[in-house]
T-cell receptor, first 117, second 110 residues
Framework: GAVVSQHPSRVICKSGTSVKIECRSL??????MFWYRQFPKQSLMLMAT?????????EQGVEKDKFLINHASLTLSTLTVTSAHPEDSSFYIC?????????????FGEGSRLTVL | EDQVTQSPEALRLQEGESSSLNCSYT??????LFWYRQDPGKGPEFLFT???AGEEKEKERLKATLTKKESFLHITAPKPEDSATYLC???????????FGTGTQLKVEL
């Protein structure tokens, strides 16, 4: 079946540094990928929709200058947390759906645990 | 605004003790309802998609049903390996954006 891969799975960084998380669709092309954030024992909160070849669409309350998204190809989207602070520590998950399959069915990556010291 | 509510928040079962998880939704124009399983520190794993009221789907010990207001995930004779957080999500409107519920944390004990 379709597989979405994220890297790194865990990252620890110092406050003020930037961290990049990659999301790849391994055996299919994805024009749209989604980035979620999940706090402990809470559900997934959509941060932004990543569109291949165009600007990402951010949800209300999500700082676009803080969370930079680049979707340069049909198989790769990246999320960069800029000038990270401890409150940015969270579990970040990406997802993607099959190209031209407008069914809403999404495949999720394994998630990336970010800890900002 | 679309709303998805899951209950209970947490559920503890003995092995073999069947039960149901609930997902209630208030949306405009449901295009699909999804169930996912999430293990700690992992991304959600797709289980089922339901598209219309009356639809049912089964997979091993799990069975998902859908009405116009809610969905149930029935777990028959659960095993400890069924322990996980179960998330439901709704797909509405255009695009492929999903709105998730807060999940039910299931623990099955021997």
């Amino acid at each position: 079946g379709a597989v979405v891969s994220q890297h790194p799975s865990r990252v620890i960084c110092k406050s003020g540094t930037s961290v990049k998380i990659e999301c790849r669709s391994l055996d299919f092309q994805a024009t749209t990928m989604f980035w979620y954030r999940q706090f402990p024992k809470q559900s997934l909160m959509l941060m932004a929709t990543s569109n291949e070849g165009s600007k990402a669409t951010y949800e209300q309350g999500v700082e676009k200058d803080k969370f930079l998204i680049n979707h340069a190809s049909l198989t790769l989207s990246t999320l960069t947390v800029t000038s990270a602070h401890p409150e940015d520590s969270s579990f970040y998950i990406c997802s993607a759906h099959l190209l031209a399959a407008n069914t809403g069915e999404l495949f999720f990556g394994e998630g990336s645990r970010l800890t900002v010291l | 605004e679309d709303q998805v509510t899951q209950s209970p928040e947490a559920l503890r079962l003995q092995e073999g003790e069947s039960s149901s998880l609930n997902c209630s939704y208030t949306v405009s124009g449901l295009r699909g309802l999804f169930w996912y399983r999430q293990d700690p520190g992992k991304g959600p794993e797709f289980l089922f998609t339901l598209y219309s009221a009356g639809e049912e789907k089964e997979k091993e010990r799990l069975k998902a049903t859908l009405t116009k207001k809610e969905s149930f995930l029935h777990i028959t004779a659960p095993k400890p390996e069924d322990s996980a957080t179960y998330l439901c999500a709704v797909h509405t409107g255009g695009g492929n954006k999903l709105t998730f519920g807060t999940g039910t944390q299931l623990k099955v004990e021997l």
